[in-house]
């Protein structure tokens, strides 16, 4: 079955760095299209960035860009989120999500929680 595992979540100061990764088990991973969200308490969950099969990534929150990279390492079957230059409104829970062509279908992550906070 489909696994997605989120890591590298925790508690950094603001300014800080930090770098999450997707363990993605049970489909071909090198044909989804890897996203990451975010979503904060009392708000919407918000598309974060996009990786797709082709290798074309995508930031999509205006928030974030210039600060956050998505990567993937096929050979691992990992998408990574770099977060640099961390801000207190980063603080989020932060979710994997893969999409797959056949069948067409969104699988998630438990998602792995980021607190920026002095």
């Known amino acids: 079955q489909v696994q997605l595992v989120e890591s590298g979540g925790g508690l950094v100061q603001p300014g800080g760095s930090l770098r999450l990764s997707c363990a993605a088990s049970g489909f071909t991973f090198s044909r989804a299209a890897m996203s990451w969200y975010r979503q904060a308490p009392g708000k919407e969950r918000e598309l974060v960035a996009t990786i797709t099969n082709a290798g074309v990534s995508l930031v999509h929150a205006d928030s974030v860009k210039g600060r956050f990279t998505i990567s993937t390492d096929n050979a691992k079957n990992t998408v990574y989120l770099q977060m640099d230059s961390l801000k207190p409104e980063d603080t989020a829970v932060y979710s994997c999500?893969?999409?797959?062509?056949?069948?067409?279908?969104?699988?998630w992550g438990q998602g792995t929680q980021v607190t920026v906070s002095s």
């Open positions: 999500s893969a999409l797959t062509a056949f069948p067409h279908k969104q699988y």
